[in-house]
């Protein structure tokens, strides 16, 4: 399976790179190939040494403004023109989609790929490891849309939340 990840590209402390690292291995050991934004930046570059490691494939898709930080190691780099580009090519080229920790670069990734499921133009599963209770804001924020009418479908067809790295691989099997 092609999973793509979108997370943090910055260095974190142990409370997020301990699950990520933990997410990446199960990620290689299940023979699956991580499509991400081909960083070696912080916790972008701490997922693909982790699932290298483990066995699993590289695709990164890289930015040319970015180009100075791509990942030296990946089996295959697709240059893209621009950050909207980039997120297309990321999109189809995934089976499955997970949100690990992250900022406005992950939550501007999460919400277009939400977006584009809510108008059916992207039907892959969308699966955020809430590590930390990290997501716990955003997953309330999206609950009050689904209660109050905001939302077209039922929330959990858009996107589901696991606790753990071994729980968003069973919900993948699902
Ligand atoms: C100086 C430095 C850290 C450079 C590296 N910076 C980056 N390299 C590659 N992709 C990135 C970078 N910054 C943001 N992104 C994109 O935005 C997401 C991370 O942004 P953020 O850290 O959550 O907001 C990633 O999923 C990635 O696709």
Known sequence: MNICVFCSAY??????????AEFARLLGEGGHTLVWGGSDAGLMGLLAD????????????????????????????VWTADLAERK?????????????VGGLGTLDEVTE???????????KPVVVLDTEGFYDGMRTQLERMDAEGFL???????????DTPAEVFEQLKA
């Open 50 to 77: 982790n699932v290298k490691a483990a066995g699993g494939k590289l695709v990164g898709v890289m930015v040319e403004m970015l180009r100075h930080k791509a990942y030296a190691g990946a089996d295959e780099l």
């Open 88 to 100: 297309a090519e990321l999109a189809g080229r995934a089976d499955a989609i997970v949100v690990l």
């Open 113 to 123: 790929v939400l977006e584009l499921k809510k108008h059916g133009m992207f039907d």
């Open 152 to 162: 077209p479908k039922p929330l959990a067809e858009l996107v589901t939340f696991a």
């Open 11 to 20: 260095s974190l402390d142990d409370r997020y790179t301990a699950p990520a």
